[in-house]
């Protein structure tokens, strides 16, 4: 709102107060008045009454102002009204649809399958991770032309995870579900013991397969693909992308346990309130170390993510300042809150958790619960002989929060990790639900200078920089192209409904449409965490929490 606006809301208000005063206690008035004057009053009272009407006409015609209380019940995006009920939807998010129908020149399992030819995975970091790992596998060995063995899930990487893959994911579900695209099987045969391992480079084309891992099959039966994390390429044709959407999205389900326990906490949070936020809080210490990040601990909070950056031989020094700059340091728990009130979210709203060890601990959550004190987490709203099935496992764990997460009605993530990115994606495939991801690049330099404005101001200015990341569908919404990681942003499974496509050209010229390109909106994250080929210390340890 233009400081014109705002300075002719404020003398409307005074005029209001003042012709309510001259009304509604007119006796004070009198009171003041000299007695010779009182035949005026008739003629007073009519002008009063005239003034009374132009200013609420005055009023009816120009925008509310923000309200900027802890009750939030109304805020202003540009010169529209967004009431508490449009925070929990995407704007037109019913004009689109996921969909990932193979074409009919799409060959089938059958068909393309080679004999005798096995593809081998030892996926790779954390539970989300080695998700990506996973979906890639199946398509690298439809690439291939091989047959799938159940993947190897990561058990030496920092979490020490021992789960295998019927551990977390339901199995059969799974080789069922994809059976016409590519064959799966859970063990390799007798006949094809002898497995030759390599690994191939990061975002590895289908031209790239074929040169370096066909040639083996020529020799071996079967091969075995390490450490695979981002390994296949982003852009790929439009049938292997959709059967990427297929594995993800339909395929890869978790098992049973995992899938009930998920539902009673999705429940629980429903009890509580209609609606509810799943906040994503990567700031765990080993996460702010490794970003070489600074948050106002000094010396004491220096020295102890100083010793942790130590386990990284490879990492190299990161300027602070810098860093934080160019919008590649987490959120802190106390931005994040603010950053939601900001957008319109009141104090009355619950929020559930889902981290690993906070960093500072109850201190650093202090701030986000003062703002919304109804925080949750899954040890929160359940018993410990509940979770004692899943608690000692870091993934097992961390599919439960990835659950909640998925089914709530609005995700927040403080950074763009892999699992932010999965469940970006996953909410836009399934109705485009509200996903808010930090556009860490502009709310930081508001953060620095936030006490040398107005809260209206600041709101204003988190309203207009978090447009286009919020989840909701841009104007090139479908057969997108652009740069940007697919998990996060499956373009070539988003699809229009037919009301969309009748109605596009008025659509796009109208002011509900977000003008605004995925380019743009993917470019604050183009060096991330989750790009990153993360050094190995010496004991093959791996960055990444999921």
């Not at 209380?69 to 037109?92: K, P």
């Not at 104007?475 to 996060?488: A, D, I, L, P, S």
């Amino acid at each position: 709102m233009t400081s014109k606006k705002k300075n002719k809301h404020r003398d409307e208000l005074i005029g209001l107060q003042i012709l309510e005063g001259l009304i509604f206690h007119p006796r004070r008035h009198r009171r003041q008045s000299h007695r010779p004057h009182h035949h005026l009053l008739p003629l007073f009272s009519a002008v009063c009454g005239c003034l009374l009407l132009l200013f609420a006409g005055l009023s009816f015609l120009s925008p509310p102002p923000p309200i900027t209380t802890a009750n939030h019940q109304q805020v202003m995006i540009g010169e529209r009204s967004i009431s508490r009920r449009q925070l929990w939807t995407s704007n037109q998010s019913n004009l689109f649809h996921g969909c990932s129908k193979p074409s009919d020149t799409f060959t089938s399992a059958e068909i393309n399958t080679e004999p005798n030819r096995y593809l081998l995975i030892a996926a790779s970091g954390g539970l989300n991770q080695q998700r990506t790992g996973i979906v890639d596998a199946v398509v690298a060995a439809y690439i291939l032309k091989a047959t799938l063995v159940v993947p190897k899930l990561d058990q030496e990487s920092f979490w020490k995870d021992p789960s295998n893959f019927s551990e977390i994911f339901d199995v059969d579900w799974f080789m069922t579900f994809m059976s016409k695209d590519v064959k799966i099987i859970k063990e390799l045969p007798q006949n094809a013991t002898k497995v030759l391992s390599t690994r191939v480079p990061r975002k590895c084309n289908p031209k790239c397969y074929a040169t370096r891992v066909l040639p083996i099959f020529n020799k071996k039966h079967a091969v075995e693909l390490t450490k695979f994390d981002y390994r296949l390429s982003n852009l790929l044709e439009d049938d292997l992308q959709k059967l990427r959407c297929r594995v993800n999205y339909h395929g890869l389900r978790f098992n049973d346990p995992i899938r009930d326990m998920g539902r009673k906490l999705v429940e629980r949070m429903r009890i509580k309130s209609k609606h509810f936020i799943a906040l994503h809080l990567r700031y765990e210490p080993d996460m702010l170390a490794f970003s070489g990040c600074y948050y106002g601990g000094g010396d004491k909070e220096t020295k102890e993510l100083s010793a942790i950056r130590k386990r990284w031989k490879t990492l190299h020094t990161k300027d602070p300042e810098r860093e934080r700059r160019h919008g590649k340091c987490p959120l802190s728990p106390e931005e994040v809150g603010i950053m939601l009130r900001a957008l319109g979210f009141g104090e009355d709203i619950h929020i559930y958790i889902a981290s690993g060890e906070i960093y500072g601990g109850e201190e650093a959550l202090a701030p986000l619960k003062s703002l919304f004190p109804n925080i949750h987490t899954k040890e929160s709203i359940s018993i410990r002989e509940e979770l004692a099935q899943f608690s000692p496992y870091s993934s097992r764990m961390a599919a439960l929060d990835f659950i909640v997460c998925d089914e709530s009605d609005v995700f927040v993530t403080n950074n763009n990790g892999n699992m932010a990115k999965i469940l970006s994606g996953r909410r836009r495939y399934f109705g485009h639900k509200p996903t808010i991801r930090p556009n860490t690049k502009k709310l930081q330099k508001l953060f620095l200078n936030r006490d040398n404005t107005t809260w209206e101001e600041f709101s204003s200015n988190v309203r207009k920089f978090q447009t286009g990341f919020m989840g909701e569908p841009l104007t090139n919404e479908v057969n997108n192209t652009r740069k940007g990681e697919f998990h996060e942003n499956p373009w070539s499974c988003i699809c229009e409904n037919s009301e969309r496509r009748t109605s596009r050209s008025s659509i796009s010229s109208s002011k509900e449409d977000v003008d605004i390109s995925n380019d743009e909106v993917l470019s604050e994250y183009e060096t991330d965490l989750s790009e990153t080929e993360y050094p190995d210390d010496e004991n093959g340890i791996l960055q990444g929490r999921f």
